[in-house]
Nanobody, 121 residues
Framework: QVQLVESGGGLVQPGGSLRLSCAASGSFFRINAMGWYRQAPGKQRELVAD???????NYADSVKGRFNISRDNAANTVYLQMNSLKTEGMAVYYCKATYKRGWSSGWATVWGQGTQVTVSS
């Protein structure tokens, strides 16, 4: 079983910055993609950014140029540096990882519990 623990959320003023972290722990053979999603009240969960084990990244158009996703494969940790935050970025941010339990296993997905990001003056 794999667990994801997120940290780094909080309150920030518009234009400010936050850095989210998500660490994977537990028993697994390999982690492939790790990413961040967000869900605002009354809206569907949406992709913010993701990164695969080779370092290839993908961003939502709304955050390109302001957010940066990175990962430390040795530590099984993914980071999201969020700059120039806007009020529309206020949401619960969830970490997601795709992994294999064993060498011959199929891919499985796990979500973190979420961390609140509040953007307000």
């Amino acid at each position: 079983q794999v667990q994801l623990v997120e940290s780094g959320g909080g309150l920030v003023q518009p234009g400010g910055s936050l850095r989210l972290s998500c660490a994977a722990s537990g028993s697994f053979f390999r982690i492939n993609a790790m990413g961040w999603y967000r869900q605002a009240p009354g809206k569907q969960r949406e992709l913010v950014a993701d990164i695969n084990s080779g370092g290839n990244t993908n961003y939502a158009d709304s955050v390109k140029g302001r957010f940066n996703i990175s990962r430390d494969n040795a530590a099984n940790t993914v980071y999201l540096q969020m700059n120039s935050l806007k009020t529309e970025g206020m949401a619960v941010y969830y970490c997601k990882a795709t992994y294999k339990r064993g060498w011959s296993s199929g891919w499985a997905t796990v979500w973190g519990q979420g961390t609140q990001v509040t953007v307000s003056s």
